[in-house]
C-alpha cells in the first residue's frame, strides 16, 4: 500500500503530461491488483482524460465493467480498445480476454471463433492459453 500512496502523491504533483498517464495507468493497475476496482476505474479515466483513445485504460474498463457485470459497459470500452490497439499483440490479449468473457457467459462457439483468431495470429506458434480454453470448453 505504499506503493500506492507514493504513486498518488506523485499524479497529483506531476505536471509532465506522458508522465502523469504512466503513473495513473500504474495506479490503476495497482488497485486492480489489491482488489479496489473502483480506484481502478477512477484511475484509468483519470488516464482517458488525457488521452480517450488510451489502449490500457480502455482494456482494464472493459474488464472492471465485465467483473460488476456491467456487460454493455464492458463490451464499449473493449471495441473502443480494439479499435485503439496499436499492435498485434494487444489485438490478440483483447481477443482472448474476451474469448473468456464468451466462455463465461456460455457463449462457447463464438470463444472457439475467436480462439481460432488467436492460433492464426501465432501462426505455428504455441499457445498454451488457447490449448487451455479449448480443454475446458471441449
Known amino acids: 500500500m505504499e506503493f500506492i500512496k507514493y504513486l498518488t502523491s506523485v499524479v497529483e504533483l506531476?505536471?509532465?503530461?506522458?508522465?502523469?498517464?504512466?503513473?495513473?495507468?500504474?495506479?490503476?493497475?495497482?488497485?486492480?491488483?489489491?482488489?479496489?476496482?473502483?480506484?481502478?476505474?477512477?484511475?484509468?479515466?483519470?488516464?482517458?482524460?488525457?488521452?480517450?483513445?488510451?489502449?490500457?485504460?480502455?482494456?482494464?474498463?472493459?474488464?472492471?465493467?465485465?467483473?460488476?457485470?456491467?456487460?454493455?459497459?464492458?463490451?464499449f470500452y473493449g471495441e473502443k480498445a480494439m479499435v485503439n490497439a496499436t499492435t498485434g499483440d494487444e489485438q490478440v490479449e483483447l481477443i482472448m480476454q474476451f474469448s473468456i468473457y464468451q466462455i463465461y457467459n456460455g457463449d462457447v462457439q463464438t470463444a472457439k471463433d475467436n480462439i481460432s483468431i488467436i492460433r492464426e495470429q501465432y501462426d505455428d506458434e504455441e499457445c498454451e492459453l488457447c490449448d487451455e480454453l479449448m480443454m475446458y470448453i471441449e
Open 14 to 75: 506531476e505536471d509532465e503530461l506522458e508522465q502523469n498517464i504512466s503513473y495513473a495507468m500504474l495506479l490503476a493497475r495497482a488497485f486492480f491488483a489489491v482488489g479496489d476496482y473502483e480506484q481502478a476505474e477512477k484511475y484509468c479515466k483519470l488516464v482517458r482524460e488525457y488521452n480517450s483513445e488510451h489502449f490500457e485504460a480502455l482494456r482494464l474498463l472493459a474488464h472492471i465493467k465485465f467483473l460488476d457485470n456491467s456487460l454493455m459497459l464492458s463490451k
